[in-house]
């Protein structure tokens, strides 16, 4: 069974620094892994999707990376800005179970002017 | 243009009543999907269809049906509702089950008194 974890569950930046969101995940047999952001009462925006047979994708300041063998995934995030402040998810559809995405909890950031 | 639709986004109804909450995707998507956001605000699938068939279908009461009459819409009919039907119900849709990114909707929050 699948299981997708998110560490840490909230974490506060001031503007301008670089971070890291960690997302893991206990079964590696994945189409992908996806990276949402979830504004507060709003839905989800889709960040990156990262094949299974690639190591990372990039779109502006955001890089995640995916490491199948160790079950890691992570979000880093260059320059922090105070609108990047959300809920960043992460999820992972299973092979053969018809797209069905498996999240994590979230990791609630916000970013300090 | 609204890429995922979904109709009402707040419902507010009594206990025992019955509802139905609407989705409409102009991607042309194969896949479409509904998903639930609990009060912890942990997102878990419900159904999925693929070209109006029924791929999905967690353990969700069958008080819960969807009805897909066409590739661009999935609605969700809820019979006699429970307090604990209280969430935010969130629709997708995606080409290639699981393997593409998944497109959501703005969500429909259901009180339930």
């Known amino acids: 069974k699948q299981e997708v974890t998110q560490i840490p569950a909230a974490l506060s930046v001031p503007e301008g620094e670089n971070l890291v969101l960690n997302c893991s995940f206990t079964?590696?047999?994945?189409?992908?892994l996806q990276w949402f952001r979830q504004d507060p009462g709003k839905g989800l925006t889709s960040l990156l999707l990262?094949?299974?047979?690639?190591r990372e994708q990039t779109s502006g300041r955001l890089n995640a990376s995916l490491d199948k063998s160790s079950g890691r995934s992570t979000l880093y995030i260059a320059a922090s800005q105070p609108g990047d402040s959300a809920t960043y998810l992460c999820?992972?559809?299973?092979?053969?179970?018809?797209?069905?995405?498996?999240f994590g909890q979230g990791t609630e950031l916000s970013v300090k002017p | 243009d609204t890429a995922v639709s979904q109709t009402p986004k707040y419902l507010v109804t009594q206990m025992g009543n019955d509802k139905s909450i609407k989705c409409e995707q102009n991607?042309?998507?194969?896949?479409m999907y509904w998903y639930k956001q609990d009060s912890k605000k942990f997102l878990k699938i419900m159904f999925s269809?693929?070209?109006?068939?029924?791929?999905i279908n967690e353990t969700v009461p069958n008080r819960f049906s969807p009805k897909s009459p066409d590739k661009a819409h999935l609605n969700l009919h809820i019979n006699s509702l429970e307090l604990g039907d209280s969430a935010v119900y969130f629709c997708?849709?995606?080409?290639?089950?699981?393997?593409?990114?998944?497109?959501f909707g703005p969500g429909t929050r259901l009180l339930v008194l």
């Open positions: 991607l042309g998507h194969d896949t």
């Open positions: 269809y693929n070209n109006k068939e029924l791929i």
């Open positions: 990262i094949q299974s047979s690639q």
């Open positions: 999820a992972a559809p299973i092979y053969n179970q018809g797209g069905k995405l498996i």
């Open positions: 997708a849709s995606s080409q290639l089950s699981g393997q593409e990114t998944q497109y």
């Open positions: 079964d590696s047999a994945i189409y992908n």
